[in-house]
């Protein structure tokens, strides 16, 4: 065993005490005289038991056999009605009805040839069933405010008793200082009242160990109401009259009369002690309690609402004494004296202690015991008077016996009786004389294990008659242990301190007295100790986090299946799991707590015990949070500009404070708002504040930590600063758009805490830049002013000053101003527009004057609009397309034009303002360029070396169509392509075409190309497989020349005619499926976001595209080679006007609505093989 070097002082000291007081015990093997190691005490008979056992069980060599007494009287086990057991003087009583014949005070006597012990008195006790006596109690008549007593008399039976006195409604009768039950359990009234006639006064006893309660016969009370007075006086007068006449001085109904002035009280110490003292009289008496000579015991208590009784609990000797009660009314008093007796039943001093002697050996038996009255002593002798049984050698005396020369056959059993008038109390000492070689009661090759520096402890228990001594050699090893690192103990336990690993073997226990000697071998183990660490150490965890501990061990590996992992805070373990609510929650060797507070702050120790070790590992947890708010803010050294504010730093919950912030109020403009001012360092708690003019200022302060801001202070005292003059101008002076010869002036307004003063107004002044003339003024109040100017767009100098009623603001700057814009009034000239392919030109025009732009010119701008097709010279309504070029520029290119087709082109300039007028219109022609793809390509029929091939016109020719370029491959599943062959239609009419001398059972790649004299569009491409040899070798015709066949796919299509017809009616009334009403009352996340992903549903209010139709598709769509985007030439602006120059929507290029460029092929959706 071991014992662990954190925290284990307690227990090795413990340890060490019970090595030092264990005694050596007899082992059976040895004849001994009889020991009773077990027996009972008080034994109640209740009714509802199913058998009673009174136990007597006791140990000794020869084997003891057991005797009874009754009462003194011997009783005889063989008596049919009990059962008996084996080998033990235990015997049951059946609860078969005769059990009250059992009743009465026993004693067990175990005895075999050496001697004989007896044991305490046992006590049977068969209760009877308490019950009151059947009696007629007569009615009770009294007049009012006489005095009464209503008997209980309750039975007798098993204690507790408790009484209670209760109405037929089993409603308590209600106690005071008027009315009182008495321990006994009658109920005192010192005067009754009116209200006090029932006729159910009802005594309740109650025995609990029992489970029984008894009513005695309902009692009937009559108070007859006194009538002295004149019938004609009032009621109040009546009562008042017949009270009195009954007014008496107190006279004591407890203690009764007959028990004199003074009372003789004797109770046992411990117990609990009640003096009664109730007095009749009217008024009713008042009781109080005085010990004579002394104070209250502090222990005492009386009743709040009557003082009748005087309770002390736990009574002591120092209660005893002398004491006094005394009832008082208005007519006089009258008192009562307890003389307190405090006694006790015997309880030993000195017990007589068991022994073991050898031969000639001397000895002694103390015996003392303490009571009040002092008990006297009586010894005996296995069971027998010691006076008519004396050994040789005895010396006798009161308390004591000694022995001298023992011999064997001075074995026996003493027994020393305490007896006062209280009580009796015995006990046994055993006398064994014994010679014998020493018996190692340890087991040989016990093997024991400690870890480490720890102590290890090696047991040889022993018994040795006469004395032995003990000696602990290294096995295999002749000499002793020596040394300061072992010690061994008187009952031959051998302790090793500060073991280590050389320490592990064998080690040899020798016992030898005069008889002999014996040995015993013991195996030590030596472990690894436990070791832990607790990660993160020391946290510092802001208010409302996580915290996180985890506790890593080390443990030697024949330890681990008993290492078991806790966790504590502040020394209180957690419970295994953590708290019910969850937040705090201990999974092993993990503690995680949850929206952590600052009552989770403190140490926490994971600890580890194991079967030989324990230790612990300690982390202090740091709950941080937000300062508590400064207080006592203070304003000194008040000045126009400036004053001093001091506070009071409040609580930094573990962190900190880095910085105050404070801040004011006193806009004016908006009050209550509360502005940041300053910052100050963590460490200062004052500051100077700089103020400005004309403001009721008030302070506030928050502190600021780690974690966090705290709440603001309470605000300052107000300080107001007097007015002065503006010390800024105002900023961002500027020209808002206005007409031509017109300037809107405006600034940014000084803020309210900017103004220093009331009436604040700007003085705006201005000038044509550079000209000798003198500054035109005025002052305004708000911040914009309107001046006209001769000319457009010219310059000015202006300036703007800020003043209020205590002077001028700083000498203002002079800014740089224009007056407003008009259109600008020429248009440019188009030198050329050169045509680079069929979808791009390149445009070159001659820049417009400067004093004609009259503003600043932003750029310029080209508008251009298709006139007709070249290829079937059909004329197109206009539609603008306009595009932006900024800046001083003569040259752009406009792309993504219509290849084939004739454009009308027109450029302009603008400003600021607008644009001005359009120039010439300058009309050019685009040339041929190569169609777009086919708009669909499609097997329509395979046979085994056959296929033939259907197309659509691509949706833009962009030229004279010349024919198409068919071209095909075989391709296989590993992705290898064979030879590509090529077919060139040369009718621009056909449509189709039949491929033959195809391979049966292969899967072709189809390719078709539209052609111009340009060259050949992108193409389009299909995948199909001929077919095999065999029967499905033209299948498809045949089938399809069949007329059932026609006849049944006629059908299916009429069908789905008609279900769409119905379904979208249904829809256009508002009808919805079921499923559909069940998922718009119950939609699923994960089924609406698959719908959101594929086309929309329609409804009669959905004015939205469908997800996936032509708008969406056209906005991926893939620019062709000529398809130049406007984003590459101009600024974006892809706005398109009408002929009048407004605004009509998006640029959206030269294609036609509805247009949709795709790159798609689809698959064959008949069966390609057999």
């Known amino acids: 065993m071991g014992l662990p070097l954190c925290g284990r002082g307690l227990i090795l000291s413990l340890i060490l005490v019970l090595l030092r007081l264990s005694t050596a015990e007899i082992p059976l093997s040895v004849q001994q005289v009889p020991t009773i190691i077990k027996q009972s005490y008080v034994q109640v008979a209740f009714p509802f038991d199913e058998y009673f056992q009174i136990e007597c069980e006791a140990k000794g060599n020869p084997e003891p056999k057991f005797s009874w007494t009754k009462d003194d009287k011997p ?13 033990s003087g235990t015997f049951k009583i059946p609860n078969e009805g005769h059990i009250s014949h059992f009743q009465g005070k026993y004693r067990c006597f175990a005895s075999n040839r050496l001697g004989t012990a007896i044991s305490e008195e046992i006590e049977f006790i068969v209760p009877s069933v308490p019950k009151f006596p059947k009696e007629k109690i007569e009615p009770m008549d009294v007049e009012e405010g006489d005095s009464i007593v209503l008997p209980c008399n309750p039975p007798k ?19 005071d200082e008027r009315v009182y039950m008495s321990q006994k359990g009658d109920l005192y009234f010192a005067n ?8 159910d006064y009802c005594c309740f006893a109650a025995f609990p160990k029992l489970r029984t309660i008894v009513q005695k016969m309902p009692m009937k009370l009559t108070v007859n109401s006194l009538k002295h007075a004149n019938d004609s006086s009032s009621s109040t007068e009546i009562s008042s009259k017949a009270n009195s006449i009954k007014q008496r001085k107190p006279k004591l109904l407890l203690p009764p009369a007959q028990s004199g002035s003074s009372t003789e009280i004797t109770v046992l110490k411990g117990e609990t002690l009640i003096l009664e003292c109730f007095a009749e009289g009217l008024p009713t008496p008042q009781v109080e309690w005085r010990k004579l000579g002394s104070e209250l015991p502090k222990s005492s208590e009386t009743e709040e609402k009557c003082k009748n009784a005087l309770k002390i609990e736990n009574i002591s000797y120092h209660d005893k004494g002398n004491y006094r009660c005394i009832a008082n009314n208005s007519l006089g008093k009258t008192s009562h004296d307890f003389h307190v007796t405090v006694e006790e039943p015997p309880s030993w001093k000195k017990k007589p202690q068991s022994a073991v002697y050898s031969t000639g050996s001397n000895g002694i038996l103390l015996c003392e015991a303490e009571g009040e009255p002092q008990p006297t002593i009586k010894w005996r002798v296995n069971g027998l008077p010691i006076e008519n049984h004396p050994f040789p050698g005895d010396v006798m005396f009161p308390r004591e016996i000694s022995f001298t020369n023992l011999q064997p056959n001075h074995s026996a059993v003493y027994q020393c009786e305490a007896s006062n008038s209280h009580g009796t109390i015995l006990a046994n000492a055993n006398i064994d004389v014994v010679d014998v070689v020493p018996l190692i009661k340890t087991k040989n090759e016990e093997n024991y294990a400690t870890v480490v520096g720890y102590s290890a402890f090696l047991h040889c228990e022993y018994f040795a008659s006469p004395k032995a001594t003990v000696s602990w050699e290294v096995a295999d090893e002749a000499h002793p242990l020596e040394g300061s690192r072992y010690h061994t103990y008187e009952n031959g336990t051998l302790e090793i301190y500060r073991t280590t690993e050389e320490d592990a073997g064998s080690y040899s226990c020798w016992v030898d007295n005069a008889m002999g000697k014996a040995v015993i071998t013991a195996n030590l183990d030596i472990r690894n100790a436990t070791k832990l660490k607790v990660s993160p150490k020391n946290p510092r965890i802001p208010k409302s986090h996580v915290l996180e501990l985890h506790c890593e061990s080390q443990c030697d590996s024949h330890l681990k299946h008993s290492l078991k992992l806790s966790w504590s805070k502040n020394g209180k373990v957690f419970e295994i799991n953590g708290t019910e609510d969850g937040r705090i929650v201990i999974d092993g060797a993990n503690l995680t707590i949850s929206n952590i507070s600052v009552e989770d702050q403190g140490i926490y120790s994971c600890s580890a015990q194991t079967a030989l070790d324990s230790t612990s590992e300690k982390t202090q947890v740091t709950v941080l949070g937000v300062p508590d708010p400064p207080g006592n803010l203070l304003l000194s050294e008040r000045q126009n500009r400036s004053v001093r504010l001091s506070w009071e730093a409040g609580d930094d919950h573990n962190s900190n404070i880095s910085e105050y912030i404070v801040e004011f109020e006193g806009n004016r403009e908006d009050p209550g708002r509360w502005e940041e001012l300053t910052r100050v360092p963590g460490e200062e708690t004052e500051v100077v504040l700089s103020l400005a003019p004309y403001v009721s200022y008030q302070f506030r302060v928050t502190a600021v930590n780690e974690v966090g801001r705290s709440h603001p202070s309470q605000p300052s005292d107000h300080h107001e600063t007097p007015p002065a003059a503006p010390d800024k101008n105002p900023q961002n002076i500027r020209v808002q758009a206005s007409q031509p010869k017109e300037m809107i002036i405006k600034w ?7 103004q220093n003063g009331p009436g604040l107004e700007y003085r705006v002044s201005w000038k044509p830049q550079g000209a000798p003339e003198e500054w035109e003024e005025e002052t305004v109040t708000n911040h914009t002013l309107r001046v006209m100017t001769p000319t457009v767009y010219a310059p000015y100098d202006v300036q703007v000053q800020a003043i209020n009623q205590l002077g001028s603001g700083p000498e203002p700057q002079t800014v740089t101003l224009y007056s407003g814009e008009d259109y600008p009034s020429t248009a440019p000239v188009i030198h050329r527009v050169d045509v680079l392919n069929s979808t791009l030109v390149k445009v070159t025009w001659s820049s417009i004057p400067k004093e004609t732009v009259h503003g600043l010119l932003r750029g310029y701008q080209i508008n251009w609009w298709k006139t007709k097709s070249l290829l079937d010279g059909r004329t197109h309504p206009k539609e603008v397309n306009i595009l932006r070029f900024s800046g001083q520029r003569n040259s752009g290119m406009v792309p993504s034009l219509d290849a084939f087709s004739e454009f009308h082109l027109t450029v302009l300039a603008y400003n600021s303002k607008g ?5 010439e219109p300058y009309i050019f022609q685009t040339p041929e360029g190569v169609p777009e793809q086919p708009s669909f390509l499609k097997v329509i029929k395979v046979d085994k070396d056959t296929a033939t091939l259907s197309w659509g016109l691509p949706p833009k020719l962009n030229g004279n169509l010349t024919g198409y370029l068919l071209q095909y491959q075989i391709i296989n599943d590993t992705y290898e392509i064979g030879e590509l062959n090529e077919i060139n239609v040369t009718s621009p009419s056909k449509s189709s075409w039949h491929l033959s001398n195809l391979n049966a059972t292969t899967k072709y790649k189809f390719y078709l190309r539209a052609c111009t004299s340009k060259g050949c569009g992108k193409p389009i491409s299909e995948e199909s497989a001929t077919l095999g040899e065999g029967k499905y070798a033209g299948l498809y015709d045949d089938i399809s020349t069949q007329g059932w066949f026609i006849g049944l796919m006629c059908a299916i299509a009429l069908l789905t005619l008609v279900l769409l017809t119905v379904c979208f009616v249904k829809r256009n009334r508002g009808g919805k499926y079921s499923v559909k009403e069940k998922e718009d009352l119950h939609p699923d996340p994960e089924v609406q976001s698959a719908k959101d992903e594929t086309f929309g549903e329609y409804s009669d209010s959905d004015e939205k595209p469908l997800k996936g139709s032509l708008r969406s598709l056209g906005r991926n769509m893939q620019p062709t080679e000529s398809a130049d985007s406007l984003v590459e030439y101009g600024e974006g602006d892809h ?22 460029e795709s790159n798609g092929s689809s698959t064959a959706t008949f069966p390609l093989r057999a």
């Open 75 to 87: 009783f005889d086990l063989s008596d049919p009605r009990i059962i008996v057991s084996n080998n």
């Open 157 to 175: 039976g098993l204690p507790p008793l408790h009484i209670y006195w209760m109405n037929i409604e089993l409603e308590h009768i209600k106690q």
């Open 192 to 199: 009754v009242e009116e209200k006090d006639s029932r006729n």
């Open 748 to 754: 940014e307004p000084l803020k309210s805490m900017e």
């Open 915 to 919: 644009a001005g007028p359009e120039s």
């Open 1135 to 1156: 706005s398109i006007f009408n002929e009048d120059g407004s605004f009509i929507g998006a640029y959206t290029g030269a294609k036609e609505k509805g247009s949709v």
